[in-house]
C-alpha cells in the first residue's frame, strides 16, 4: 500500500483565499484525523471521521474551517476564507480500532500571505 | 479530558549512551499509549504503543517504553544512541472508553552527538 496519500504537499496563497488539502487514507482503514501542527501549539487534532461520518470537530478552530469525507477513500480540509495565522503544516493519518496506532501522510504545508 | 505532557523540550545525549524520553498522562479509564517520532519535513512514524499486558513494550528501531500506571508515566527508552536517532519525539494517549480520539504531547527534541 502507498500509505496516507496527501495534496498539495505546499500551498502559499494569499489572505482571504480558499484554500482546499486532500488526503487518501490507507485502504480498509476505518478512522481518519486531521491534525494541525505548529511551532507554538504543537499537534492539534482537528476533527476525525468513522466510517466517513464525523465524530469529533470539537478541534475545529472556526467557521472558516470545514471538513468533509465523501467516500471511504477521499477527504479534505476546506479553509475558506484563509488567514496568516491558519499558516502551519497540516497532517492527515487513518488508521483501524484492532490495530490502534495511527499511519500519517507526508503533511500538506500551508503558507498564507 | 485526556492529556499527555512531554516535560522536556528536549535531550541531549552521547552516541552510545543510553537515553530517556519522558512523557506523562492523564486519561480517563485504562490508556492506550503510544510513542511516534518525526524527522525533519515528514510525518509522523508510528514507534511502538502499550495497550495491555507487559510493562516493558519494545518497538522499532531498537527503542522500548515502560509503562508505569502507578505514576501515570510512558517513558521512551534505549540502551545506546546512534546519532540518526536525532529527530522529535511525541507521545500520545487515548483513552478505552469509547471514541478514537488521540491526543499528543508537544514533543521532545532528542540530540545525540557523535
Known amino acids: 500500500d502507498a500509505g496516507v496519500i496527501q495534496s498539495p504537499r505546499h500551498e502559499v496563497t494569499e489572505m482571504g483565499q480558499e484554500v482546499t488539502l486532500r488526503c487518501k487514507p490507507i485502504?480498509?482503514?476505518?478512522?481518519l484525523f486531521w491534525y494541525r501542527q505548529t511551532m507554538m501549539r504543537g499537534l492539534e487534532l482537528l476533527i476525525y471521521f468513522n466510517n466517513n461520518v464525523p465524530i469529533d470537530d470539537s478541534g475545529m478552530p472556526e467557521d472558516r474551517f470545514s471538513a468533509k469525507m465523501p467516500n471511504a477513500s477521499f477527504s479534505t480540509l476546506k479553509i475558506q476564507p484563509s488567514e496568516p495565522r491558519d499558516s502551519a503544516v497540516y497532517f492527515c493519518?487513518?488508521?483501524?480500532?484492532?490495530?490502534?496506532?495511527?499511519?500519517f501522510g507526508e503533511g500538506s504545508r500551508l503558507t498564507v500571505l | 479530558a485526556q492529556s499527555v505532557a512531554q516535560p522536556e523540550d528536549q535531550v541531549n545525549v552521547a552516541e552510545g549512551n543510553p537515553l530517556t524520553v519522558k512523557c506523562t498522562y492523564s486519561v480517563s479509564g485504562n490508556p492506550y499509549l503510544f510513542w511516534y517520532v518525526q524527522y525533519p519535513n515528514r510525518g509522523l512514524q508510528f514507534l511502538l504503543k502499550?495497550?495491555?499486558?507487559?510493562?516493558l513494550v519494545k518497538g522499532s528501531y531498537g527503542f522500548e517504553a515502560e509503562f508505569n500506571k502507578s505514576q501515570t508515566s510512558f517513558h521512551l527508552k534505549k540502551p545506546s544512541a546512534l546519532v540518526s536517532d536525532s529527530a522529535l519525539y511525541f507521545c500520545a494517549v487515548r483513552g478505552n472508553t469509547g471514541g478514537f480520539k488521540t491526543i499528543f504531547g508537544a514533543g521532545t527534541r532528542l540530540f545525540v552527538k557523535a
Open positions: 485502504s480498509g482503514h476505518d478512522y
Open positions: 493519518a487513518s488508521s483501524i480500532r484492532e490495530v490502534g496506532e495511527l499511519f
Open positions: 502499550y495497550i495491555t499486558g507487559d510493562n
